[in-house]
Nanobody, 120 residues
């Protein structure tokens, strides 16, 4: 069973930075390296939305609202996904979730979420 554990959330002032990490266990390095991985977020009263993703082919996709400020990356040796968030804004406040979908599999996996709060 794949398990995802996020860390790195917290409280930061507007304009600040945070780096989120998501460590995946229960999945081999080879499966992880070709999995689609991503970060989603959900603010109070809003639907969960995609923030950034790396496809199985290695393409990176970003929500328009975070382009130029956030960077997603993955370490296939450590089975870890990162989200570097710079120039944070109050509207970035949300619970951030890590997501992994192994290539060719129906199952997909979510982390428990980590709170990011940006004060103005």
């Amino acid at each position: 069973q794949v398990q995802l554990v996020e860390s790195g959330g917290g409280l930061v002032q507007a304009g600040g930075s945070l780096r989120l990490s998501c460590a995946a266990s229960g999945i081999s390095g080879s499966r992880f390296s070709i999995a689609t991985v991503g970060w989603y977020r959900q603010a109070p009263g809003k639907q969960r939305e995609l923030v950034a993703a790396i496809t199985s082919g290695g393409s990176r996709n970003y929500a328009e609202s975070v382009k130029g400020r956030f960077t997603i990356s993955k370490d296939n040796v450590k089975n870890t996904v990162y989200l570097q968030m710079n120039s944070l804004r109050p509207e970035d406040t949300a619970v951030y979730y890590c997501h992994v979908r192994p290539l060719g599999e129906v199952s997909n996996y979510w982390g428990q979420g980590t709170q990011v709060t940006v004060s103005s």
